[in-house]
C-alpha cells in the first residue's frame, strides 16, 4: 500500500476519494448525513484560517482503499492535531489503517504537535448499532476517550405549527430586553465585532472533555476570512442573533450551514452559544427557532438539520429535544498524547 498526497486537481483520485467516502457511509453509518461532492472537492482547495489542513489517500494495487485528512491548528492551540482517518469496508483487516495511523503520528509529531486527537462512530442508547473495530483500535494505539458528541438530527418540519408558536411564544416573552437579527452569507458590520467575542468564548463555555482548548484570539479579519472560506467551499452561513438593546452587544448567536448544492437536502448546525451574563432568558431558543424558520424561507429543499452536542451538555440537549431534534448516534473522540 503506497499513501501519497491526495491532490486536488487530480480529478479520478479525488473522485475514487469521494466514493469511498460514501462506501463507509453506507456501511458504518447509513443514517447519517450524506457528503457533498462540490463541498468536499473546493475543500481540498481551500485554505482554512487557523486551520492547516492536509489530505491523503492510500492506493492499494491501483485502487483507492484508504483516506487520511489532518488538521493542525495553527496559532492558538499549537499542541492540537485532529484527523479523520477511513478504510474501504471492502479493504479493511489488512493493516490499511495501521499505515494510515502512522502516517498521522508521524505528520503530527514532526509538526510539533503533542496531543493528536481521532473520532469513531459508536452507538447511542437504542439507536442504530455501529461498528465497534474503531473504538478497538484506537484504544489498541494508545488512545483514551477524552469527549462523547452525541450526533442529533431534526426534520425542519418537526413541530407542528402550534408547538412552534408556543414555544417562541415563551421564548419571546423571556426576552423582551432583545432584538432577533437574521441574516445569510456574511455578518452585518455593526455586529461583526460583538460577533467576534463570542466565537472566542466558544471554545471554553463549550464543554470539549479532557481536550485542552484555550480561547481564540478572534478579530474581525480573522471572522471574514472565516466567512470567506465558508462561501469558498459552497456552504451557506444561516445565522441569527439576539441583540440586548440596552447596549447593541450580541447576547446569542446561533448558524446552520447550508450547501449551495441543489441536490443537497440536509443542513449542519454550527455553534449555538450565549453570553453568561444574557443566560435565563431562554436566547438559545429564541435564535435557534429564529433561525430555524429563516432555513425553510431560504432553502425549502433543506428536509433535515443534523447536530452535536457532548453528551455532558445537558442545557443544549433539552433545547434541541424541544426543537425535535431525536439522537441517532454519538461521535467519539479519543486522545492520544506524544
Given at each position: 500500500m503506497e499513501i501519497t498526497p491526495l491532490h486536488p486537481d487530480d480529478h479520478d483520485a479525488v473522485g475514487d476519494v469521494f466514493a469511498l467516502m460514501h462506501a463507509v457511509r453506507a456501511a458504518d453509518a447509513p443514517e447519517g448525513p450524506a457528503p457533498v461532492e462540490q463541498s468536499f472537492r473546493a475543500g481540498l482547495r481551500q485554505k482554512r484560517p487557523g486551520l492547516d489542513v492536509t489530505h491523503y489517500a492510500a492506493t492499494d494495487?491501483?485502487?483507492?482503499?484508504?483516506?487520511?485528512?489532518?488538521?493542525?491548528?495553527?496559532?492558538?492551540?499549537?499542541?492540537?492535531?485532529?484527523?479523520?482517518?477511513?478504510?474501504?469496508?471492502?479493504?479493511?483487516?489488512?493493516?490499511?489503517?495501521?499505515?494510515?495511523?502512522?502516517?498521522?503520528?508521524?505528520?503530527?509529531?514532526?509538526?510539533?504537535?503533542?496531543?493528536?486527537?481521532?473520532?469513531?462512530?459508536?452507538?447511542?442508547?437504542?439507536?442504530?448499532?455501529?461498528?465497534?473495530?474503531?473504538?478497538?483500535?484506537?484504544?489498541?494505539?494508545?488512545?483514551?476517550?477524552?469527549?462523547?458528541?452525541?450526533?442529533?438530527?431534526?426534520r425542519t418540519d418537526a413541530l407542528t405549527p402550534e408547538t412552534e408558536r408556543r414555544l417562541w411564544d415563551r421564548a419571546r416573552a423571556a426576552s423582551a430586553d432583545y432584538d432577533v437579527r437574521t441574516w445569510t452569507g456574511p455578518a452585518p458590520d455593526d455586529l461583526i465585532e460583538s460577533i467576534c467575542r463570542l466565537d472566542a468564548l466558544s471554545r471554553t463555555e463549550v464543554?470539549?472533555?479532557?481536550i485542552a482548548l484555550e480561547a481564540d484570539a478572534v478579530d474581525v479579519e480573522r471572522a471574514r476570512a472565516k466567512e470567506a472560506a465558508t462561501a469558498a467551499v459552497h456552504q451557506v452561513p444561516v445565522k441569527a442573533a439576539a441583540v440586548h438593546r440596552a447596549t447593541g452587544e450580541v447576547a446569542a448567536?446561533?448558524?446552520?450551514?447550508?450547501?449551495?448544492?441543489?441536490?443537497?437536502?440536509?443542513?449542519?448546525?454550527?455553534?449555538?452559544?450565549?453570553?453568561?451574563?444574557?443566560?435565563?432568558?431562554?436566547?438559545?431558543?429564541?435564535?435557534?427557532?429564529?433561525?430555524?424558520?429563516?432555513?425553510?424561507?431560504?432553502?425549502?429543499?433543506?428536509?433535515?438539520?443534523?447536530?452535536?452536542?457532548?453528551?455532558?451538555?445537558?442545557?443544549?440537549?433539552?433545547?434541541?429535544?424541544?426543537?425535535?431534534?431525536?439522537?441517532?448516534?454519538?461521535?467519539?473522540?479519543?486522545?492520544?498524547?506524544?
Open positions: 494495487g491501483g485502487a483507492v482503499v484508504g483516506y487520511l485528512g489532518i488538521g493542525l491548528l495553527v496559532g492558538d492551540n499549537p499542541h492540537l492535531a485532529m484527523a479523520e482517518l477511513m478504510v474501504h469496508p471492502g479493504h479493511r483487516r489488512r493493516g490499511h489503517g495501521a499505515a494510515l495511523l502512522d502516517c498521522y503520528v508521524d505528520h503530527a509529531s514532526a509538526h510539533g504537535r503533542t496531543d493528536l486527537t481521532a473520532g469513531t462512530l459508536t452507538a447511542w442508547g437504542d439507536g442504530p448499532r455501529r461498528p465497534t473495530a474503531g473504538v478497538a483500535f484506537l484504544e489498541r494505539n494508545g488512545f483514551t476517550l477524552a469527549l462523547v458528541n452525541v450526533r442529533r438530527r431534526s464543554p470539549t472533555g479532557d448567536l446561533t448558524d446552520v450551514h447550508a450547501y449551495e448544492d441543489p441536490a443537497a437536502t440536509h443542513a449542519t448546525q454550527g455553534i449555538t452559544i450565549a453570553d453568561p451574563a444574557h443566560r435565563g432568558h431562554r436566547l438559545g431558543m429564541l435564535v435557534k427557532l429564529a433561525n430555524l424558520r429563516q432555513l425553510r424561507q431560504r432553502f425549502p429543499r433543506v428536509e433535515e438539520v443534523w447536530t452535536e452536542n457532548a453528551d455532558v451538555n445537558d442545557h443544549m440537549v433539552a433545547i434541541n429535544t424541544e426543537l425535535g431534534y431525536e439522537a441517532v448516534d454519538a461521535l467519539s473522540v479519543y486522545q492520544r498524547r506524544l
